[in-house]
């Protein structure tokens, strides 16, 4: 049975948790530069490059997948979300990127099957891809709108480079995430596609897009219905929301996806807004409760959180939604549906 065979099978049985924030937790163990740098030698200071840490203290990414489980996730995500050529030139790190991401692999697949043996419920893993900090849509520089940082062309080769050593890495699923512009996201599927025709088998896709405003639209003007208009043709095995915002917000946003798509929702909201000093205090019961909601709604499949979310939150909501049936897919008249910032549907 193949991955995607193997999620629908679990999700259609009951709701699914994914799991929590990756960079809060890492910042409650209080590490020093040393402690990210190892012994790698690199030129640039590497305080805050969490993704190399499956490198250099790989039993913190270890410890964080592990209480994640514990809590009752059945999904993991890779601690991969800057392993990009892009991102990891920051820290002088890019010729590691494949090193990183095969090691953050096989670090989430080993407990995620270490918990399956342990219970015989099904564990997960996907492989996380970020956004980098390019932009394929928008220009950075106002006086000249036409200019772009980089191409299309080379951002498919940099989400390649990921994907690749992720899926060697024993990964279930590519989440392409924290989308804030859907022309990244298509590059992303792009490299996809092209690794599936390399290995000659299906490497599901899992879309997630952030908000940029409380309007629904992501950085390239894109609303919620636009976006899954322009990426159905993709199969994603998810698509849904995360991060910018906590549950409250997207409140509106995941009803309107959860009427138009036709495959599972995964929605993993932040632990409310950020305070004065950008630390998160919603609470789990809050944020559970919030969640909570939705599934009662039958507008979600997996839940789970993102910035400032702990695993005390996704016990919270695993326990909040235990029981509950999942969402079930609508079935969509055949028509034409497009997508310009707005979505189009052409009427038979």
Known sequence: MSARERLNAEAARRILITDGAFGTEIQGWKLSEADYAGDLGLAKDQKGNNDILALTRPEVPEAIHRA??????????????????????????????????????????RIADEFQTKDGRPRFVAGAIGPTNKTLSLSPDVNDPGYREIDWDTLVDVYHEQAAALVEGGVDF????????????????????????????????????????LSGRNLSGHTVEAFWHAVRHARPVTVGLNCSFGATQLRPHVKALSEIADTLIMVYPNAGLPNELGA???????????????????????????????????????????????RKLPVLEPVTRLAGLEPFIMAA
């Open 68 to 109: 994640y489980f514990a809590a009752g996730a059945d999904i993991a995500e890779t601690n991969t979300f800057s392993a990009n050529r892009i991102s990891q030139a920051d820290y002088a790190a890019e010729h590691l990127v494949r090193e990183i991401n095969l090691a953050s692999a096989q670090l989430a697949r």
């Open 174 to 213: 590519i989440l392409i995430e924290t989308v804030f512009d859907t022309l990244n996201a298509k590059a992303g599927v792009m490299a996809v596609k092209r690794l599936e025709h390399e290995l000659g088998r299906e490497v599901p896709i899992m879309l997630s897009m952030t908000l940029t405003d």
């Open 280 to 326: 998160y205090d919603e609470l789990p019961e809050t944020t559970a409760a919030l969640v909570k909601e939705w599934a009662e709604a039958g507008q979600v499949n997996i839940l789970g959180g993102c910035c400032g979310s702990t695993p005390a939150h996704i016990a919270a909501m695993a326990k909040a939604v235990a029981g509950l049936p999942p």
